[in-house]
C-alpha cells in the first residue's frame, strides 16, 4: 500500500524560509522519479520539482533558485528547502511519484503573508 506523509508547512512572512518533509513508502524510491507538487486554492495541482532516481533535481521557473530539494533513498524520505518565499507560494505542498500514483497524502499547508 502507497503511503505518503508530507510534514513542515506553517505560515511565515515573505522572505522567510520553510523545510519541508516527505516519507514515502519504500519501494517508490527506488523504482520511481520522485516529486514535490503543490496546489494553490482554486488552481491545478502542478509539479513544481523532479527528483529523478540517478540525476540532479529538476526545478520548475516559479521555485528555481529558491527551493532546494534532496531526497534520501535509503530511508525514503526527501526534503524541500524554501528559501525567499512569496505569498504566490502560498499552497498545499505534496510529494508522490512522477508521474503521480493514484493515492496522495494529506498534504502540509504553506502560508506565506505579505
Not at 522567510?16 to 495541482?45: D, I, N
Not at 520539482?49 to 534532496?70: H, W
Not at 510529494?95 to 505579505?114: A, E, F
Amino acid at each position: 500500500q502507497v503511503q505518503l506523509v508530507e510534514s513542515g508547512g506553517g505560515l511565515v512572512q515573505a522572505g522567510e524560509s520553510l523545510r519541508l518533509s516527505c516519507a514515502a513508502s519504500g519501494s517508490l524510491f527506488s523504482r520511481f522519479a520522485m516529486g514535490w507538487y503543490r496546489q494553490a486554492p482554486g488552481k491545478t495541482r502542478d509539479l513544481i520539482v523532479t527528483l529523478p532516481r540517478g540525476d540532479r533535481p529538476y526545478y520548475k521557473d516559479p521555485v528555481k533558485g529558491r527551493f532546494t530539494a534532496s531526497k534520501n533513498t535509503a530511508e525514503s524520505t526527501m526534503a524541500l528547502q524554501m528559501t525567499d518565499l512569496r505569498p504566490d507560494d502560498t499552497a498545499t505542498y505534496y510529494c508522490n511519484t512522477v508521474p503521480p500514483q493514484n493515492y496522495w497524502g494529506q498534504g502540509t499547508q504553506v502560508t506565506v503573508s505579505s
